[in-house]
Structure formats: structure tokens, C-alpha cells
């Protein structure tokens, strides 16, 4: 033990040396008198300068048609390619969600798993992820995720916080739309990527790898961009070089996986007709040796502890396979911009083992899911000719989706007598019942701007659902054949009025409905033998949305400030205690804010400030409320960054970022009573973590490194920290460095 604190206090130091050898020039050129540049003509903007604030007019895909921000009514934020690309270096997993957390205000902690759908939240809601605008469910029976598709692959991601009306189910808190890289104009270019990272708390071990190579280019009517990315990641460790996290509760973990994306996009265009195809396959394979030591579960408060010598023939695996065809025509009829999109998409799922056992079950199994989906989508964007130019868009959505869920039972003998290590099969039986789930919408949604100062919006979507189940039973508990129809309509409205040249206030109010069929399915394999859960228990959850705000774009200076109420009558949480769904009246509130300054030539600093709270009735008196618990509320987030071009000639930055998550206390008898978090199951504790990113022009490409948890905390995130069992309760990853090159041709 001593020798391993050594050589991680060794490695620290490392990481922290190089930290230095990095931003020493950056520190001196920062404290000079003068700019380091050569000579230039005094119109000539300085090579690689930093922008403090995006693109005057960036357009907004996520509202269903191209959007002004300025005329957006609620908060928003667009990661670019360029901020991905940045990001990667300080993300030796790749992980969308991770790189999310650090950039976008509202979003909960990430809790490092290859599927962070139990732990993501936007404003403590679910939300709504979207590929190409394609729908993300798994299915209706499990979480959302963003590891359907790689990093290469994207151009931009929109995320909407707040509830969003005019995409129906699941977006009450927010939505994410990834929109993956267009086709390339003229001749054929090529992109090639690389990157190597390992731990600096176990060196050369966990080494992991990535190549990525995209092509493009257009000839006549047609167009094409494909890109395919490979990755190996090795074993990951934690700050004092214990292995960590394999696999998780919900999918599984980054670590000793193999991932592979192909992404293409071919389109063709006939004078106003546009026509495309657009193909993704993304597959992640687990193959590790390691697995948690069941012995941990009998020692006082730990992190789990992974042992060598696993043998599982079916380890965890996520493949993704999405399918659309778009036509779009900007001047269809009555002037008016159509796009209409036809989708297809399947997904496996294979999860970790679990041993029920724990938890007052009787097997040792592992989860299968599968589901398939048939959808279309039809967006008309319709200018009336009228004052203040209002538009309307409008139209319809219809999905078909189809999902089971199956569990390979284990040999508990075998299981016992090789301490958890060996895995045989003894039979596979269903976990869930077969379900169909269909859905059907149209929608309206409206912007005009009665004067120079003010844009109003508003919308109404109307939805009809039915859900369709069979008998089933599992566990000593039986689910009820069943058809469950019901419709729902659910507004939108606001506005943004300019108060002065710069600075916009808007106010939204927006309804979000979620169906919690995955909920339901999550809580059989726990509830006790002998229980009836009823399909009814689906009545979705409405919300209500209503949130106000300012921000404002100056030429040195980018900010915004937004506060939020989310109101349910029938809200939904998952009691850990007693094994058990709370429908019951909800309220979620918080603020966030962001800032982005210049304050001297070359140098970038900001960062963001996320404050979310909750409460829920208990019983039938609403003035008795308790606190949401930590699978809803995530404790406040603050994160920071100061960003320096170095050299200006070589494009040279250098980024110091942080990120602080607090501590809070989720006590049913200590509401905002300050009792330590410790004592608190579903409480937790701070942590503080900081990332380097360097990148530099080196000759026709672009080389970067990163060192992630630079200062080497040792850390459990806030979802991680709420777990009962110490086999679930994982560490963070410690200091990671990163190391790679880019280059266009």
C-alpha cells in the first residue's frame, strides 16, 4: 500500500511537471508587456486569434427548422466540431456525456459509464437525444444515451435546456441534437486522426488508442462525407493505481473495450431537390479480464476492488445501427421550406452480470435487450405574408417501436464455488414483456416579430400514444397484459425582447411529457414475489416549464443568466428503500449562468455555474415535502476554464479548465439542514478536478495533448457516491495523459 501511494504521489508530481513545462510560455507571454507576433498588416486579424463569442447569427437546427439564436426563447448551448476536437485531448474515453458535463450548464455530473442514461439529467429531468434529429430512445423500456455514435462523426451538438414542446416524448428537460458532419464541397479531401492515452498513475498500463480517418468531397449533383473511427481502451485506474471501473451497473464501463463507427452521408441535388442517405453503425465491445471482488460488499465503507480471472463468454456489448432518408426543397409550395425524413434504427444491448442476490433476489443473471424502430418526420416551414413576417412550422411525426428485453440465468453453484469469477449458463428467460410502442403527433410551431424589439414564439403538439404489452410474469411478480392509449397536447410560449443592442430578456413557458415504461421495467426484477404492477402505472409525466432569463453578446464579452420552475402533478422517482415508484407531485428548481470574457488580447477565460434543487409531496398532504434524492438532483456544478494563444504563428493554445461539484445532503429529516453528506445514502460529498489541453500547429496538421485530472483527485461522482453497495461504488479515473495529431488534405 505504501509503495502504491508512493508511486502515485510519484506520478502527480509528473503530471503536474509537465502541466508546467506546458504553460510556463504561456504564463510569461501572459504577464509580458508586449504580444509575441510577427510583424503583420495592422487590418489583418491575428493568425489562430481566439473569438470570444460565436458566429452573430448561429443557426439553430434543434427548433425543427433554422433559427436565429437571438430569437430563441430559451437557453441554449452549441458545442462545435472545434470544441469536440479540443475536448478529446482531456477525454481518453471519448465520452460525449463527459465532454457535455464540462461545457453545458444544467447538465448533471457524468458518471464516466459507456451509458450514463440513469445519471443523465438536464435540470434533474429526462431528456431527449437525438442523431440527425432521429430519436435516441433504446427503447421504450431503457434509458437514453449518447454512445450511440463517435465524436469524429459530428459537427456540432445542440442542447436545449428546458422542456421542449414540439418534440414530444421525453424532452422535459432538454434536448440534444447531434447533427453529424455535412458533405464535402468541391474537390476530395481527407481527414486523418490519431490519438494514444494512458494512466500517469499506472504507467504503461491501460494504454488505449484511436484512429480516425473521413473523407469528402462533391462532383456535380452528388456528395459524399464518410468517416470510420477504431478505438482500443485499456484498463482505466484511479489516483492512488487501482483498476477501476470495467463496467457499471447500467452498460458498462470504457475500460478494456473496443469500439468501432462508420458514418456516411451521400446526397444528390436536382436544382431545388435535395436528396440524402445517411448510414451509422456504432459497436462497443467489452473484453476484459477483470471483475469486482463480491468481498468488498463485506467490508466497512470502499471503493470496489477488481480482481483478475473472469470468465464470461458474453461480456457487455452496445451496437447502434441508424438508416435515414431526407428530401428537403426550400421553396416546395406557398414558398415554403419542406423536409421530410424516413428512419430506421436497431440497437443490442448486452449488460453487465448481476448478482440479485444482493438485493433480495434469487439469480445471478445478465440482461439482454433489443429493440427496432420505424419512424417518419415531416417539417414544413410556411412564411405568411403579413406584418412582423411571421412563420409557421408545422407538421408530424410518427414512430413504431418494438422492444424486449431477455436475461441469461447463471449457474449459482458455479458461480459461488469460483468467488464470483466464473460464469455458466443455466438458461435465459424474459426480464420484461414484448412491447409495442406507437406514436403519432402533429404540431404547429409559430415566430413573429410584431416589432423591430420583439420576437414572439409559441407552439402546441398533440400526441397519441398506445402501448402495447403482453402477460408476464418474473420474479414472483406479474405484469398484466394490457393496452394502454393515450393522447396529450402539450404548448410552448414566449418571447425575447431587446432591451438594448446587445442584450436580449426572453421568457418560456414550456410543457414536456415523459412515458416511464423503462422505469416500470427497471423496478421488476425488485419488487418483492407476489406483487401486481399494473400497466396503468404508466399515465405519463406532464410537466410544466417556466423559465426567464437574460444574455447578452458584447465584443469582448459573452453572458447569460437564466432561472427555471419545473412543476409536475405526477411526478416520478425510483425509491431505492422500499423497491418502489413515487408517482407524486414534483417541483424542480434552479439557476445557471455562463460567462465568456476576453479581457486581453490572446487570452479566453469563463466558465459556468449550474444550481438545481427539488422536492416531491410524500402522502397525500402537499405542505409535507422531502427532498428529491440523488437519482434526480445532482449537487451544484461550477466549471472554469482560462484559455491562452501562446504563439499565435503556430496556432498554439493552452487550457486550463476546472471543474468543482458540491456537496448536499438528500436526507428525508435534514432538508437543507446542513447534516453531513457522509451520513446521507443518498448524499454527496465535493470533489475538484482540473484538465490541461495544449494544441499546436505541427506542420500541415494540428498536435495535441491533454492530461485529464491533472492534480490526480481521488474522487466518486456524484451518482457513483449514492450507491448502497461498495461493489458499485467506483472511483473516478486519476491522472490520465493524452497525446495526438490531426491533419486535413
Not at 416524448?169 to 474537390?187: D, R, V
Not at 415566430?447 to 397519441?464: D, F, I, N, S
Not at 415535502?625 to 493554445?653: C, D, M
Request: hydrophobic share 35%; with cysteine.
Amino acid at each position: 500500500m505504501k509503495m502504491r501511494r508512493l508511486t502515485s504521489t510519484l506520478n502527480t508530481r509528473i503530471a503536474i511537471v509537465l502541466g508546467v513545462v506546458v504553460l510556463c510560455p504561456s504564463l510569461l507571454i501572459l504577464c509580458s508587456s508586449g504580444p509575441l507576433r510577427a510583424a503583420e498588416p495592422e487590418a489583418a486579424e491575428p493568425p489562430g486569434e481566439i473569438p470570444v463569442v460565436n458566429a452573430p447569427d448561429v443557426l439553430i437546427s434543434a427548433t425543427r427548422t433554422p433559427t436565429s439564436m437571438g430569437s430563441l426563447n430559451q437557453a441554449v448551448t452549441i458545442v462545435s466540431e472545434e470544441e469536440l476536437r479540443q475536448q478529446l485531448a482531456a477525454s481518453p474515453s471519448r465520452s460525449i456525456t463527459q465532454i457535455l458535463t464540462k461545457l453545458v450548464p444544467g447538465m448533471s455530473q457524468n458518471d464516466q459509464s459507456m451509458d450514463s442514461g440513469t445519471s443523465l439529467k438536464i435540470r434533474g429531468r429526462s431528456i431527449a437525444i437525438l442523431i440527425d434529429g432521429v430519436p435516441q430512445q433504446s427503447s421504450p423500456t431503457t434509458e437514453l444515451d449518447l454512445a450511440h455514435i463517435d465524436p469524429s462523426a459530428i459537427e456540432r451538438i445542440e442542447i436545449i435546456r428546458g422542456s421542449t414542446a414540439i418534440y414530444g416524448n421525453g424532452a422535459m428537460g432538454g434536448l440534444i441534437n447531434i447533427i453529424t458532419k455535412q458533405p464535402g464541397e468541391g474537390k476530395p479531401s481527407y481527414y486523418t486522426d490519431v490519438q494514444g492515452s494512458g494512466s500517469l498513475t499506472r504507467v504503461l498500463r491501460g494504454l488505449s488508442g484511436t484512429v480516425v480517418q473521413g473523407f469528402q468531397g462533391k462532383k456535380d449533383w452528388f456528395d459524399y462525407n464518410i468517416v470510420g473511427s477504431f478505438s482500443h481502451q485499456g484498463g482505466m485506474f484511479d489516483a492512488e493505481g487501482s483498476r477501476t471501473m470495467p463496467g457499471t451497473n447500467t452498460v458498462g464501463g470504457f475500460a478494456d473495450t473496443k469500439n468501432y463507427n462508420i458514418m456516411s452521408k451521400f446526397g444528390a441535388t436536382f436544382g431545388d431537390h435535395r436528396f440524402q442517405l445517411t448510414f451509422n453503425r456504432k459497436e462497443s465491445r467489452q473484453d476484459s479480464n477483470y471483475l469486482v471482488d463480491p468481498n468488498v460488499d463485506a467490508l466497512p465503507r470502499t471503493f470496489a476492488r477488481y480482481v483478475p480471472g473472469l470468465s464470461l463468454a458474453d461480456q457487455p456489448k452496445l451496437t447502434n445501427t441508424q438508416i435515414s432518408a431526407d428530401y428537403t426543397h426550400p421553396h416546395l409550395f406557398l414558398d415554403s421550406r419542406v423536409h421530410l425524413q424516413g428512419y430506421y434504427r436497431a440497437q443490442q444491448t448486452r449488460f453487465p452480470t448481476f448478482d440479485s442476490r444482493l438485493f433480495g433476489g434469487t439469480d445471478v443473471l445478465q440482461g439482454y435487450n433489443q429493440s427496432d424502430v420505424l419512424g417518419t418526420r415531416l417539417d414544413i416551414t410556411t412564411p405568411i405574408p403579413l406584418y412582423g413576417k411571421p412563420e409557421i412550422v408545422w407538421g408530424m411525426d410518427f414512430s413504431s417501436q418494438h422492444g424486449a428485453q431477455s436475461t441469461t440465468l447463471y449457474d449459482q453453484s458455479v458461480f459461488d464455488g469460483s468467488g464470483g469469477r466464473v460464469f455458466s449458463k443455466s438458461g435465459e428467460v424474459a426480464s420484461s414483456p414484448s412491447r409495442v410502442f406507437n406514436s403519432t403527433a402533429v404540431f404547429a410551431q409559430g415566430e413573429w416579430t410584431p416589432l423591430a424589439a420583439l420576437v414572439l414564439r409559441g407552439g402546441v403538439r398533440y400526441e397519441r400514444v398506445k402501448v402495447t404489452s403482453s402477460d408476464f410474469t418474473g420474479n414472483g411478480s406479474f405484469l398484466a397484459a394490457s393496452a394502454i392509449e393515450f393522447d396529450t397536447t402539450v404548448f410552448n410560449a414566449g418571447f425575447v425582447y431587446h432591451l438594448l443592442d446587445p442584450l436580449d430578456l426572453f421568457f418560456n413557458f414550456s410543457q414536456g411529457f415523459n412515458v416511464p415504461v423503462g422505469s416500470i421495467d427497471n423496478a421488476l426484477g425488485n419488487v418483492p414475489p407476489g406483487t401486481t404492477i399494473s400497466l396503468q402505472r404508466l399515465q405519463p409525466q406532464r410537466v410544466n416549464n417556466y423559465e426567464l432569463g437574460l444574455r447578452g453578446k458584447w465584443s469582448k464579452v459573452q453572458a447569460s443568466v437564466s432561472g427555471y420552475i419545473s412543476k409536475s402533478s405526477l411526478g416520478l422517482n425510483f425509491d431505492q428503500f422500499t423497491n418502489s415508484l413515487r408517482r407524486a407531485p414534483q417541483n424542480i428548481y434552479g439557476v445557471e449562468a455562463t460567462l465568456d470574457v476576453q479581457p486581453i488580447e490572446r487570452v479566453r477565460l469563463g466558465g459556468t455555474y449550474t444550481f438545481v434543487e427539488g422536492d416531491q409531496t410524500i402522502g397525500f398532504n402537499p405542505d409535507v415535502r422531502v427532498p428529491l434524492n440523488g437519482f434526480s438532483i445532482a449537487p451544484q456544478k461550477i466549471t472554469a476554464y482560462l484559455e491562452h494563444l501562446t504563439v499565435p504563428e503556430w496556432e498554439w493554445r493552452n487550457r486550463i479548465q476546472v471543474l468543482y461539484s458540491g456537496s448536499r445532503s438528500r436526507s428525508l429529516t435534514a432538508f437543507n439542514s446542513g447534516i453531513d453528506p457522509t451520513a446521507d445514502p443518498f448524499g454527496q460529498t465535493e470533489y475538484f478536478l482540473v484538465d490541461l489541453i495544449s494544441t499546436v500547429k505541427a506542420g500541415p496538421g494540428t498536435l495535441r495533448f491533454g492530461v485529464e485530472n491533472l492534480l490526480n483527485k481521488q474522487y466518486a461522482t456524484p451518482f457513483n457516491q449514492i450507491s448502497f453497495t461498495n461493489s458499485f461504488y467506483f472511483a473516478g479515473r486519476g491522472t490520465t495523459a493524452s497525446i495526438g495529431y490531426s491533419i486535413y488534405y
